[in-house]
């Protein structure tokens, strides 16, 4: 009867979790109104501007001239010469870092495409239009027909044509377009356009594309241009309808050349003589424009740097306990190549001082402009963390402030807290065990010569600003009441997130019946037992890492006592899954669906992996098994995959926590992948 009503209470706290009201604030109300204060998105946006006038290409000169406005701003703020300095890491197309090839260093200085059949034309210029050349392109001259090819990235699309010498127009990413027409089947360069539903919505929009080539490619590459779907049409159109289209390309500098990436290091130093820090990053490449991408990080993060400085210096904030450090890295190469650099940079999870970390990219939509919203991404449950829960605290937060700014939108607070995803510097920081929380927004400007200074918003970098710099300063600084304070929240929220766990429990249950009618569903409680003991062990360990912030004896008690709690209400929903699994004669007794794998996997490298691994090394038979319609790894499964990777967890267990975190995933499977990247040498048997 006690497990039934404790199952009950958890289901009605679930139904309305709040009642409508808000959670309690975690920070200092005057620590809140010195921060609103002091951080201004109208300077963040100042910056923003400034860099979005550079084109920032990974590896390129334009990029260090953007690095080397940062390192001026944070100079002129008062940061020293050893507070704030530039770590350079050479970058050709060789070199690699861990399974990261360099980009190469690459410097246009003009390039023009013209129709010159049937009739003269300039269609695009760089650099007018910086996106208009496809990045990494090299120097060249070429007059000659155009061919349409489709989508122009697979042998198909170029059967029975005759590309060699010409030009071919396309519809694929730049790059791969270049790698078939180009290197596969000869042509002289590639002109490209965007077609899909956005672009013909906005014709006049070219997207940004890239060459990235491999470190074999790097002395075939041509050249190639972007340009508009209102452009590419009409060539399409007029290629279709029999006319002879011939096209003047030329682009003039040095093109590919070895260079370096550089990152810009920021460090708020703290007071703990342990040398615990924080860290906040975010790219700062990315083509000329490219305001909210990712110039709204970056240009946020300068604001955040500069009145932290200026707090801590008047003496209006004290110094943090903890140091703060500052990332400017170019996206996920550049942050590799300071990972290679710094196997210091690790988390709790590898015995090291980084105990967490927030990646701001595109933090600075128009919300009314561009009707999109905020995400905050999660960290996923191989990092059980108290971070969630404050970053979520922080926006809720900021959502009850008044926010405004004379140049700034009227925008209401639109924002969600999501599952994790990828795409961004944030999965680098987590793989090596520094929990850490994504803030950004998307819409259709993504990559496009849309995204421009005019659609970013003060308001919404300085709601960004603030909830950064109080997740940070509340993590350096935090008090024990506030540490009580916090065990108490996770344990709520963590409550909620177990009757999700059991709701997901009853889904594969309601599912097993058909099978159970057919004499099957064997292994269906194997899989709901398995989903609610990783549910508590992962909540347990979140309510616990409070203690990596703030250690002591109050703050032990409140830790247990919630543990024992989630046990209990862990237990109870448990007994409610067996009964409604009886009344459905699903059998109760935990049988897997395959035998257990006891080989325990070790990682040789360090940060996710690179280059398409496994899959690029692979031989053709091999490789197929990851393009075929029932391979079950995909998402974000296999990044975590790799992070359950510990030197302890066998197979098996990997199996059963990407089982417990996503869905059930066949053991064989997730052996076959770690069995492709020992061949590939970036994992061994132990």
């Not at 958890?10 to 609103?36: E, K, M, Y």
Request: charged share 25%; with cysteine; hydrophobic share 40%.
């Amino acid at each position: 009867m006690k497990r039934v009503l404790i199952c009950l209470l958890v289901f009605g706290a679930l139904a309305t979790p709040t009642n409508g009201q808000q959670q309690s604030p975690l920070l200092d109300p005057q620590l809140r109104d010195l921060l609103h204060e002091a951080l201004s998105g109208e300077i963040a946006k100042d910056h923003v501007i400034q860099i979005s006038r550079y084109h920032r290409i990974q590896g390129s000169r334009g990029y260090r001239y953007s690095a080397e406005y940062v390192l001026e701003q944070l100079h002129r703020y008062g940061f020293s010469e050893t507070d704030a300095y530039v770590e350079s890491f050479p970058s050709d197309g060789r070199i690699v870092y861990q399974t990261w090839q360099s980009p190469s260093g690459w410097d246009i200085e003009s390039a023009e495409l013209r129709m010159v059949e049937p009739y003269d034309e300039r269609i695009v210029g760089y650099p007018e239009i910086a996106m208009s050349l496809i990045t990494y392109s090299n120097p060249g001259d070429v007059t000659a027909e155009v061919v349409w090819v489709g989508a122009g990235t697979n042998d198909a699309d170029y059967e029975g044509k005759d590309v060699r010498g010409k030009f071919v127009l396309a519809t694929g990413y730049g790059g791969e377009v270049h790698r078939h027409a180009v290197l596969k089947h000869g042509a002289a360069a590639v002109v490209v356009y965007l077609d899909d539903d956005r672009a013909r919505e906005y014709p006049d929009m070219l997207a940004y594309t890239g060459m990235w080539p491999l470190t074999e490619e790097l002395d075939r590459v041509t050249f190639g241009f972007n340009i508009t779907n209102r452009q590419g049409e009409r060539l399409r159109d007029m290629l279709l309808a029999g006319q002879r289209v011939v096209l003047s390309g030329k682009a003039t500098g040095i093109g590919l050349e070895p260079f370096y990436m550089d990152a810009v290091v920021a460090r708020i130093p703290g007071t703990d003589p342990s040398g615990e820090e924080l860290v906040i990053c975010g790219h700062l490449d990315h083509p000329k424009e490219s305001a909210n991408d990712n110039g709204s990080g970056s240009g946020a993060m300068l604001d955040i740097a500069r009145a932290l400085k200026e707090l801590i210096d008047s003496g209006r904030m004290p110094q943090p306990k903890r140091s703060i450090r500052l990332l400017w890295i170019a996206e996920f190469y550049g942050i590799m190549a300071y990972v290679d650099a710094h196997p210091e940079f690790t988390g709790p999870g590898l015995d090291g001082r980084f105990l967490a970390g927030m990646n701001l990219d595109m933090v600075g939509e128009n919300l009314e402009l561009l009707h999109s919203r905020m995400h905050l991404t999660r960290v996923p449950s191989s990092i059980p963390t108290v971070l969630n829960d404050v970053v979520a605290n922080m926006a809720e937060m900021v959502d009850g402030m008044e926010i405004r700014t004379p140049r700034g939108s009227m925008s209401a607070f639109n924002y969600r807290v999501t599952p994790y995803s990828g795409g961004s510097d944030h999965v680098v920081l987590i793989d090596r065990k520094i929990p850490s929380v994504m803030l950004g927004h998307s819409d259709y400007t993504h990559h496009t010569s849309e995204d421009t200074p005019d659609k970013v918003d003060p308001v919404e970098l300085e709601r960004s600003e603030i909830i950064t710099a109080a997740t940070m300063l509340f993590l350096s600084d935090m008090t024990v009441d506030q540490a009580v304070d916090l065990v108490y929240l996770v344990g709520a929220n963590g409550a909620r997130r177990m009757g999700a766990a059991a709701r997901r429990s009853r889904e594969l249950l309601a599912s097993a019946a058909a099978e159970v009618a057919s004499g099957g569903g064997g292994s269906t409680w194997f899989e709901v037992e398995n989903t609610m003991a990783h549910a508590s062990e992962w909540e347990r360990e979140a309510i616990s890492s409070v203690l990596q912030f703030r250690s002591h004896d109050r703050v032990r008690e409140a830790v247990e006592a919630n543990h024992h709690q989630l046990e209990d209400q862990a237990e109870a929903l448990l007994g409610a899954l067996r009964s409604e699994a009886a009344a459905a004669r699903i059998s109760t007794r935990s049988e897997p669906a395959s035998s257990n794998d006891n080989r325990v996997p070790r990682r040789l490298t360090r940060g996710p992996l690179g280059s398409g691994l496994p899959v690029s090394q692979l031989s053709p038979e091999n490789a197929a098994w990851y393009a075929a319609p029932d391979y079950p790894l995909r998402g974000n499964i296999p990044f975590e995959l790799l992070n359950f990777v510990d030197g302890e967890r066998t197979v098996t267990d990997i199996r059963n926590a990407l089982s417990a975190e996503f869905r059930p995933v066949p053991t064989e499977a997730v052996a076959r992948y770690l069995s492709d990247l020992v061949q590939v040498g970036v994992v061994e048997w132990q």
